[in-house]
């Protein structure tokens, strides 16, 4: 794909900045930046005069078997989150290719599951299979209590992020791959679809880390993930600011590492889409 074409599809996704924009936005960061830092600063005071930082409420956290009780937590979530994604990403390009079908029902029930779903809190959802279903006679493991909820959501925003790259497709590769004789099918298999990936793949990564921080609702129905796990150790070592700050910093790591990962594999697929 040209360069004039890959411009021409983000400025379909989002308008650039003009010189304007660019110094409001960073105007804007850096009052944002120095308004965190500020907020950090009396916290730490108003913590320090409380006696929150009293070393001794922190190192317990340097123990071997709390360390482990909250690898457990981490293990969790890493695995309910990679579950879900593995299901919901592949069903959100199921549900966004037929929402662009000609068939009419195939576009329409795709539509009102991706509207749906789109529109009501995850929360509620999980509450569903909690409560709701299991009345009804339909009960499932506390691990698909959140892992369900997390693929039926997620598959709704991941359908429309996949749908926008693939609208965002300069229509030229369209006709180019009609010329060749392609199908509609093939061409949207071998020419469309690789390109749309390359588009959304940023969006993508933001879709992941919002479904590790969904993760953080497997409290509801007990599933030992990150946040559970603290939950508990609030009760075993009454320290609750302490606990959630630690879980907190875990949770930060987890998706800085995740989203270094995807920005890595975002700049190694460009580079190949330039040296093709």
Do not use: C
Not at 71 to 86: K, W
Not at 197 to 221: M, Q
């Amino acid at each position: 794909m040209s360069a004039a074409t890959s411009n021409t599809a983000t400025q379909v996704l989002f308008d650039a900045p003009g010189p304007k924009g660019r110094r409001r936005i960073l105007l804007l960061s850096i009052l944002s930046i120095l308004a965190i830092l500020g907020l950090l600063a009396a916290g730490l005071r108003q913590f320090a005069i409380n006696g929150q930082l009293d070393p001794n409420k922190w190192v317990v956290y340097l123990r071997a078997d709390y360390l482990a009780f909250l690898g457990q937590g981490l293990a969790g979530t890493v695995q309910v989150t990679a579950v879900a994604a593995a299901v919901a990403f592949p069903l959100g390009l199921l549900l966004a290719l037929a929402r662009l079908s000609r068939l009419r029902v195939l576009s329409a029930a795709s539509t009102v599951w991706i509207e749906f779903f789109r529109g009501i809190p995850m929360l509620l959802v999980v509450y569903g299979f909690l409560l709701a279903l299991p009345a009804y006679g339909f009960t499932f493991p506390r691990f698909w209590m959140l892992a369900i909820p997390m693929v039926l959501v997620s598959s709704a925003t991941t359908a429309e992020v996949f749908r926008a790259g693939i609208k965002a497709v300069d229509v030229g590769q369209h006709e180019a791959a009609a010329a060749i004789g392609l199908s509609h099918r093939d061409s949207m298999l071998s020419v469309i679809l690789p390109q749309a990936v390359r588009l959304v793949l940023p969006s993508l990564i933001l879709a992941l880390v919002s479904l590790l921080k969904d993760s953080t609702l497997g409290y509801v129905v007990s599933v030992n993930e990150l946040q559970f796990q603290g939950k508990t150790m609030v009760s075993i070592t009454r320290y609750l600011v302490q606990t959630y700050i630690v879980v907190s910093v875990i949770y930060i790591a987890v998706n800085f590492l995740l989203t270094r990962i995807a920005l890595a594999l975002d700049a190694h697929m460009k580079a190949r889409a330039g040296a093709s």
